[in-house]
């Protein structure tokens, strides 16, 4: 499914290619809540980093985060950084998307700057908990939701499959993917 997005002044449009597009989880970590400004975030619909297309990428920025021990709650040294790269837009703040180079056929988007009409999960899994303020309120959205404290034991892409969800990848996605790299412009 070709995703479609932007931040919020439209100094930035970009689009990418997901197999899996249902924004299914909401994350309660500090690192969710501080970058995206609010209680949680409904975050993360895996796309693949080769079909991304940027326009208006010299007002990107990217920040990578300090490593958190989330289970301790110390912070570690300020120079060690996440592999995850968090691209926004310099000019409106909003956040965009997320590469690591350690999985170079990835990315993930953020959920909150897609433009498209996303499906509606048939259950939320709601992360972090553990790390969830006491002001931010739990909002099940189906009784079908599910908790957990950190970490679920199931990923984006084995979410998607075991409820059924996965998008097929048709022959010609496999031959443009074979050669396709990202592009940024402007």
Same mark, same amino acid.
């Not at 021990?69 to 968090?86: F, I, L, P, Q, W």
């Not at 999985?103 to 498209?116: E, H, K, L, W």
């Given at each position: 499914?070709?995703?479609?997005? !932007? %931040? ?19 994350? /309660?970590?500090?690192?969710?809540? &501080? ?9 993360? *619909? ?6 991304? @297309? #940027?326009?208006?990428? !010299?007002?990107?920025?990217?920040? $990578? ?8 709650? &110390? ?11 968090? @691209?926004? %837009?310099? @000019? %409106? ?14 990315? /993930? #988007?953020?959920? !909150? ?12 899994? @709601? ?8 002001? #931010? ?13 950190? /970490?679920?034991?199931?990923?984006? /892409? ?6 059924? *969800?996965?998008? $097929? ?10 050669? $396709?790299?990202? #592009?940024?412009?402007?």
């Amino acid at each position: 499914m070709e995703l479609r997005g !932007s %931040c919020h002044c439209k100094a930035i449009t970009f689009t990418v290619t997901s197999w899996t597009p249902y924004p299914f989880m909401m994350c /309660y970590c500090t690192l969710c809540r &501080k970058v995206q400004g609010g209680g949680g975030t409904g975050n993360n *619909l895996l796309a693949d980093w080769r079909t991304m @297309h #940027v326009s208006g990428a !010299s007002h990107l920025q990217v920040y $990578a985060a300090r490593k958190n021990d989330t289970v301790a709650g &110390k912070e570690a040294a300020d120079e060690e950084r996440s592999g995850n790269r968090r @691209h926004f %837009c310099r @000019h %409106c703040g909003s956040h965009l998307f997320i590469h690591n180079k350690n999985y170079p056929n990835n990315t /993930y #988007v953020y959920a !909150s700057a897609i433009d498209t009409e996303l499906p509606k999960p048939p259950a939320m899994e @709601h992360i972090m908990l553990d790390f969830k303020p006491s002001w #931010v309120p739990l909002a099940l959205a189906s009784e079908n939701d599910t908790e957990f404290g950190e /970490y679920p034991s199931v990923g984006i /892409y084995e979410w998607h499959k075991e409820l059924g *969800l996965l998008l $097929a990848l048709s022959d010609a996605d496999e031959a443009r993917l074979s050669t $396709a790299e990202p #592009v940024f412009e402007g």
